[in-house]
């Protein structure tokens, strides 16, 4: 029998059916996802141009995520008293003692220049060593009335939303990184159903040889590709065994691996030891500190004044005793930053977040796990899967023209 090539090559075309069907699931579903975070920052002109869904929102996306770490794991007024004040002030030790020697020099300096250039050296060493005694004790003073106070020093929404939103790269990494089996899996899937879609697709073109459902079925892959990965991330959310199988949403089943990442990325880049103390002494509660501050400083003037009272009085509410208690609480003040960092080390150990946080989110039921990477796709899913739709429907067409036209 002779083999009819013309015959064979007409069916080629039809055969191009399932492959166009597989590459344009595929193409709209990577889209879907770059859309989703690309670019950081709007291209184009409005209202022609786009920015990533996770950037354009980050700010409504940084609040959700701060009111899931609140109310689900986190309580960092409990865990910030764990720090111990005596211990802060015992890590702070070396460094104080130079510091306290370096503002009384420039505090005594600026108003007591003579006096203070001929005064013995004896009182002098006097005066450094009472000093340096006295401020360990302001810096453990200053941390018990900050764990008193915690919530009016410590905005941790207004920390971690200011964070992530000056900081859209970090904000998208967050969710990056967590989902990043999941993301792959959606681009892969959108091959696999498309492919699927397009055998359909091809039986039904083979005998209703339309110029629409080739455009038709371009949409419902675009559509449906996108939809179907959506669901397979978080459907079903508790796990159905149907014999030795087990049938669970991706992101439900990787929860341990994704609490792992997550609390690592907000323990060390958005709510750090760092950033917490940088908050509390240079943020909107810096003025309370500074109070704190002032009252200890005004005690340890009290004592120096008593021990250099046969070279000058100093009265307490005396001009010259607020000047001096300024500028030292000022000086104080300017060089705490620096200062505070030798406690870092003691601080993260004892505040223990990265654990706290991966435990908590491990142990969560599947529905509230869930909301950790929902909102990514919630915000604006529709309007993704639409615009598969419609990448589908004009490949659809464009097939139709190329092959069968």
């Known amino acids: 029998m002779a083999i009819n090539f013309d015959e064979i090559l007409g069916y080629l075309p039809y055969l191009t059916i399932p492959l166009v069907s597989a590459l344009v699931g595929w193409i709209t ?25 996770i950037p354009s929102k980050a700010r409504k996306m940084a609040e959700t995520a701060v009111d899931l770490w609140t109310t689900k794991l986190l309580d960092i007024g409990v865990q910030f008293s764990k720090i111990k004040p005596s211990k802060v002030a015992e890590e702070m030790a070396p460094s104080i003692e130079n510091l306290s020697k370096q503002i009384i020099d420039e505090v005594m300096d600026a108003k007591l220049h003579r006096i203070w250039q001929n005064a013995p050296h004896s009182l002098k060493e006097n005066v450094y060593k009472n000093v340096s005694a006295n401020l360990p004790v302001i810096v453990e003073e200053m941390m018990k009335d900050v764990e008193k106070d915690f919530s009016g020093m410590l905005d941790l929404k207004y920390l971690a939303v200011s964070s992530l939103t000056q900081n859209k790269k970090l904000l998208n990494q967050m969710f990056l990184k ?16 498309g492919f699927i879609f397009g055998l359909t697709q091809m039986v039904v073109w083979y005998y209703f040889p339309f110029w629409w459902i080739l455009p038709l079925f371009g949409v419902l892959v675009g559509y449906f590709t996108n939809f179907l990965a959506l669901k397979l991330i978080f459907r079903p959310l508790n796990p159905i065994k149907i014999g ?9 089943k990787r929860q341990k691996e994704v609490s792992t990442e997550y609390s690592n990325i907000v323990a060390s ?15 909107p509660g810096s003025e309370k500190l ?3 501050v002032q009252k200890q400083i005004e005690q340890t003037i009290n004592e120096m004044a008593g021990l250099i009272k046969s070279l000058v009085e100093i009265t307490t509410g005396s001009q010259l005793f607020t000047h001096i208690r300024n500028i030292a609480c000022f000086r104080f003040m300017q060089e705490l930053p620096m200062n505070i960092r030798n406690v870092f080390g003691y601080a993260e150990n004892a505040l223990d977040l990265e654990h706290i ?14 909301a950790f990477l929902r909102p990514v796709f ?12 419609i990448l589908g429907g004009v490949a659809g067409l464009l097939q139709y023209f190329i092959a069968f036209y």
């Open 269 to 283: 880049k958005i709510i750090t030891i760092e950033n917490i103390f940088e908050y509390i002494i240079r943020g």
């Open 290 to 292: 500074e109070k704190i």
């Open 357 to 370: 946080l991966r435990t908590k989110m491990a142990e969560l039921p599947p529905v509230e796990f869930e």
């Open 29 to 53: 579903n990577v889209l879907a996802i770059k859309m989703t975070f690309y670019p950081i920052e709007y291209f184009g002109v409005k209202p022609f141009g786009w920015q990533g869904i």
């Open 178 to 193: 967590c989902g990043e089996a999941e993301f792959k899996f959606i681009m892969k899937s959108g091959l696999y159903f």
């Open 378 to 389: 919630k915000e604006d899913e529709t309007k993704l899967i639409v615009i598969g739709a």
């Open 244 to 252: 030795k199988l087990t049938i669970q949403g991706m992101f439900i």
